[in-house]
Structure formats: structure tokens, C-alpha cells
């Protein structure tokens, strides 16, 4: 189902073309965000912050719920969302190098095939890309 949104969210992001300021976008993410999640608050309840949790919710309130979409923005009106979608592929990578790091996860040969086939990928999309984008522009001169 979220592969699916995201999906739908990457194809009409460029199709509708909403001009909206890049806060007001995120803002508005984050407002639906809470909107999502309010029926779980609800059935669930919310534990306090406390001394043991409180760098974890300082961290899912600031990176992942911040500068990431944030990030995720800037790079789509810099670069599209067609070619920024790509590097979506690498959260897996990224996930296994912080898991190693920071929670001493033991690295195996199928993170670093896994990571190998995952950016020959990226690079092989991002090439085809620039050279459609080439094509295109000498049929049209």
C-alpha cells in the first residue's frame, strides 16, 4: 500500500505541478502525517518522554520527520522526481552501513552484493536518463 502511494505521489508530483513554497509543502506533509497517525494515538495511548527516550524522539522528530522530506524536496525541484525516485533504493544500503555502525550488526557478503547491485542500478539509470535527455535534444535541433 505505500509502495503504491509512493508511486502515485512520484507520477503526480509531476503532473499537477503544484506550486506551492517548499515549507508549505512539508507542512503539509507533516499535517497529514499527524492526521494518519491520530486513530493509532488514540487506540494506543502515548508514553511520556522520559530520560530513556527522549534522544530517540529528538531524533524521529528532527531527521526523519524533518530534514528528510525536507532533503527529498529540494532534490525533486532540483533534479525531478523521476530521477530522484531512483535513490530511494538506497535506504536499504544506508540502513544496513547505520545498522552495522551504530548497533554492531555483523556486515555479510549479501549487504555488499545486495549494496553493489543496488548502485550499478542507480548508475545505470541515471546514465539512461542522461542519455534519452541527449537524444532528445538533438532531434530537436
Known sequence: LAVG??????VFLKKWQVQLPLMTSLYVQIAFALIYHLPFLLWLGLDG?????????????????LIAPLLWMVA????????????MNLMPVFTAI?????????????????GV???????????KTVKASVKLAESAS
Open 49 to 65: 518522554i522520559n530520560a530513556d527516550n527522549a534522544a530517540s524522539v529528538l531524533y524521529a522528530g528532527v531527521f526523519p520527520s
Open 5 to 10: 502511494f509512493y508511486a502515485f505521489y512520484g
Open 98 to 114: 547505520i545498522a552495522s555502525l551504530w548497533l554492531s550488526e555483523h556486515w555479510t557478503i549479501y549487504h555488499t552484493i545486495g
Open 117 to 127: 547491485m543496488i548502485l550499478v542500478g542507480i548508475i545505470m539509470a541515471q546514465k
Open 76 to 87: 525533486v525541484q532540483a533534479i525531478g522526481p523521476n530521477r530522484t525516485s531512483i535513490f
